[in-house]
């Protein structure tokens, strides 16, 4: 099956800096990969996605990039806010087989944003 | 609309017990997922339905664990003779249906075996 590598397990930056979490994916026949946010006491909530026939998806002040060769992709939030500040989970969507539909999540990255 | 709802929000029970969770999908929803979350960890997969197909149960971990859906609405899941280790976050997600990627998840309920 798929196995979804997130990096960092955590991750502190000042008010107004940029935050950028990495994933690595296994399987090439993955083809999404969302990102959730999860704040303390609440389900995970989708943020942003991205599929595998694009490099790169923006949002205001977040995006997404994604390298299908390399098989990883990247959160980037520009101009951090203490409200970011909760964990990020990246995930793939299994592609093939009895894996097709399942999301495979990574272990999270809990950002703090200081003011 | 209303999003995924669960409950109980909460759950304490003692070990040896046996417990009912519920989940509410998005009307119209056709799949519906079960995760895991232990404390500090990603999201772990359960089980998954899908219309009137037979479900996906490969993520269970063990025989105790069981789930049911009505149709295309309320899931149960439950677990049966609770282990300290069954304490987690149950998250329930639901998606419009297979072909579709984005899953929108519920509040969990956060299980607390003593």
């Known amino acids: 099956g798929e196995n979804v590598e997130q990096h960092p397990s955590t991750l502190s930056v000042q008010e107004g800096d940029s935050a950028v979490i990495k994933c690595t994916y296994s399987?090439?026949?993955?083809?999404?990969f969302p990102w959730y946010k999860q704040e303390l006491g609440k389900g995970p909530q989708l943020i942003i996605d991205?599929?595998?026939?694009?490099g790169e998806k923006k949002d205001q002040r977040i995006a997404v990039t994604l390298n299908k060769t390399a098989k990883h992709f990247s959160l980037h939030i520009t101009e951090t806010q203490p409200e970011d500040s909760a964990v990020y989970f990246c995930?793939?969507?299994?592609?093939?087989?009895?894996?097709?539909?399942?999301?495979?999540f990574g272990r999270g990255t809990q950002l703090t944003v200081w003011p | 609309g209303a999003g995924v709802s669960q409950s109980p929000s909460n759950k304490v029970t003692e070990k040896g017990k046996d417990v009912e969770l519920r989940c509410d999908p998005i009307?119209?929803?056709?799949?519906l997922y079960w995760y895991r979350q232990r404390l500090g960890q990603g999201l772990e997969f359960l089980i998954y339905?899908?219309?009137?197909?037979?479900?996906?149960k490969s993520g269970l971990p063990s025989d105790r664990f069981s789930a049911e859906r009505t149709g295309e609405s309320v899931s149960t899941l439950t677990i049966q003779r609770t282990q300290q280790e069954d304490s987690a976050v149950y998250l329930c997600?639901?998606?419009?249906?297979?072909?579709?990627?984005?899953?929108?998840f519920g509040p969990g309920t956060r299980l607390l075996v003593l």
């Open positions: 009307s119209g929803h056709t799949a």
């Open positions: 339905f899908q219309g009137n197909s037979a479900p996906d």
């Open positions: 995930a793939a969507r299994g592609g093939r087989g009895s894996t097709l539909g399942r999301l495979y």
């Open positions: 997600a639901s998606s419009l249906d297979q072909g579709s990627e984005t899953q929108y």
């Open positions: 399987d090439s026949a993955s083809n999404y």
């Open positions: 991205i599929r595998s026939n694009v």
